[in-house]
């Protein structure tokens, strides 16, 4: 059965082998790239024809033939390759095949051999006139040889002469070369791979126009610099420890920075002795480098009142303090006195409310607060005469008086 003529070589007649039973007609179309043929009617398991070829014996793509790479039995579907020349529809026929058809058709190769005009009588007849030209005495190979032989002598001496007179400066060049390739490192290829790629991204962030940009920029930048006086290390030299001298006498300003806690609404002082917390207070936005000379804690309320009818209650008792301590230290090992309470202090009246009050202690807690953090405050052994001395709408704040 021949094949379409983009398959077929002209002048030959392709041999095939037909497995038993291995035809049938295509149930649906295949791929439209001509990878596909389907025909759900086989029963074969999968892979059964791999590695087998099959022939389109009707339809457009008549004649063709190609290797079967996959039979899947679920879907009823041979996949070829390489691709049929087009699609395979519904309905055209096909047979299975042991192998590829042979390339060649043998008798059509004695035909073309037997030809006279270019056949093997032609091609013996101009290989004899050749050798004759060969063997003639005048113009032969002989009179090549001897030709050849004499260009060889002229050349061996040419040769000897250029070596012997360039030898010492070949020599030398030679170990010059030597010596700079000995200074390739053993992994340069190791680095280059390396860093290679590593430049490429740097020149990458190069940009466009950067001709552009220096045409430009660069006479700008060198009329700067020209204005620039020759003399200008001297004078840096000169001028700059004096300008020292003369700011080295300046007063250092003194600058300060509050920091205020957020509102605790309630905070009840009681009869019996104990801690009670105040809110943290944040320090944030010192400037770097700068030098502490006093920090003082400070607290105020929006009111104070005496929750109790029993009669005038206060602080009772000489001692009681707040303290403070960075967030990151120890209750009784880190803290410090921040504000001292004296005896009857905030003394309100029997069920009486009072305005509130603001105080600044006097003890200098850099020793603690010393830097941008989180800072806890606290009563600490608080007692008051009376359960409850309320205080509300409380905040603690800290100052820090610094130098820059």
Not at 43 to 69: D, F, K, Y
Not at 311 to 339: E, F, H, L, P, Y
Not at 356 to 365: E, F, H, L, S
Request: net charge negative; hydrophobic share 40%; charged share 20%.
């Amino acid at each position: 059965m021949p094949e379409a003529a983009s398959d077929a070589i002209p002048g030959v007649t392709h041999l095939t082998t037909k497995v038993s039973p291995a035809e049938g007609t295509t149930t649906a179309d295949g791929a439209l790239d001509g990878t596909t043929v389907v025909d759900t009617t086989r029963t074969e398991p999968n892979n059964h024809w791999n590695n087998m070829a099959l022939l389109i014996t009707s339809g457009a793509q008549s004649g063709q033939v190609r290797e079967i790479t996959n039979w899947v039995l679920a879907t009823g579907t041979f996949t070829v390759n390489p691709a049929f020349g087009g699609q395979i529809l519904a309905g055209v026929t096909y047979e299975v095949l042991t192998q590829l058809p042979a390339d060649i058709d043998v008798a059509a190769i004695e035909a073309k051999l037997d030809d006279p005009a270019t056949g093997l009588a032609t091609i013996k007849a101009e290989v004899t006139a050749i050798e004759g030209k060969l063997d003639a005495p005048a113009g032969g190979l002989g009179d090549i040889k001897a030709e050849v032989t004499a260009v060889e002598g002229k050349l061996d001496a040419r040769l000897d002469a250029t070596v012997s007179s360039r030898a010492p400066e070949s020599g030398g060049n030679i170990a010059a070369i030597k010596a700079k390739t000995d200074l390739i490192p053993a992994d340069i290829a190791t680095q280059l791979d390396t860093n290679v790629p590593a430049i490429k991204a740097k020149t990458d962030l190069i940009p466009a126009d950067i001709t552009t940009q220096l045409n430009t920029n660069v006479p700008a930048i060198k009329a700067k610099t020209d204005l620039i006086p020759a003399d200008i290390t001297t004078q840096l030299d000169t001028n700059i420890p004096a300008i020292k001298t003369q700011t080295d006498k300046m007063p250092r300003i003194l600058c300060s920075m509050d920091f205020w806690s957020d509102v605790d609404d309630v905070i009840d002082l009681t009869a019996a002795s104990s801690d009670d917390a105040l809110p943290d207070v944040v320090v944030a936005g010192l400037p770097t480098g700068v030098t502490l000379v006093r920090v003082v804690a400070m607290f105020m309320c929006r009111a104070i009142e005496n929750t109790s009818a029993s009669g005038a209650n206060g602080i009772n008792g000489a001692g009681q303090k707040i303290r403070v301590k960075k967030s990151t230290g120890t209750w009784g090992v880190d803290d410090v006195a921040a504000i001292d309470l004296v005896d009857n202090m905030w003394l309100v009246a029997a069920s009486t409310r009072e305005m509130g009050d603001v105080v600044i202690g006097d003890n200098d807690v850099k020793s603690e607060v010393d830097e941008n953090a989180t800072y806890n405050l606290r009563f600490e052994d608080n007692v008051v005469d009376y359960d409850n001395l309320r205080l509300s709408d409380v905040k603690v704040g800290l100052r820090v008086y610094f130098t820059i």
